[in-house]
């Protein structure tokens, strides 16, 4: 058994796969090589990956049996899931999402 596993990121158009260590957690290793997981505020203002926030969500295929109470309720309701919550066990396909905050106020063109 390898210690890495490929993972396929998608990000807009482009696809990158990498290789992540087996058991790593999905946002650290993202986040590792630069992969935008957060917003624009949320990027600054989140949790720190122990699945609080709810800010670093991906969508993955295949996507891993849940372990986590967040992780479960996206499976059940058809939510994205949270990188931080995610081992990286075995060779996956990972969508970043457009990261959109609601309620913020957008400069008025003068």
């Known amino acids: 058994m390898s210690d890495t596993v ?3 990121v998608v990000d807009g158009d482009g696809e990158t796969t990498i290789a992540v260590e087996r058991g790593r957690t999905l ?3 993202l986040l ?3 992969f935008a997981v957060y917003g ?3 990027q600054y203002a989140n ?3 122990r ?3 709810a800010t670093c969500t991906v969508e993955v295929d ?3 049996e849940p372990s986590h109470w967040h992780d479960a309720a996206a499976v059940r309701f058809g939510y994205p899931r949270l990188s931080c919550c995610l081992a990286v066990e075995e060779p996956m396909r990972v969508r970043l999402l457009d990261k959109h905050v609601w309620g913020q106020v ?3 063109p003068e």
Do not use: F, I, K, M
């Open 6 to 8: 490929p993972v396929t």
């Open 27 to 29: 946002r650290d290793a």
């Open 32 to 34: 590792e090589r630069d």
């Open 40 to 42: 624009t505020v949320s």
């Open 47 to 49: 949790c720190g990956g």
């Open 51 to 53: 699945g609080l926030c």
């Open 62 to 64: 295949p996507a891993p």
């Open 106 to 108: 957008l400069p008025r």
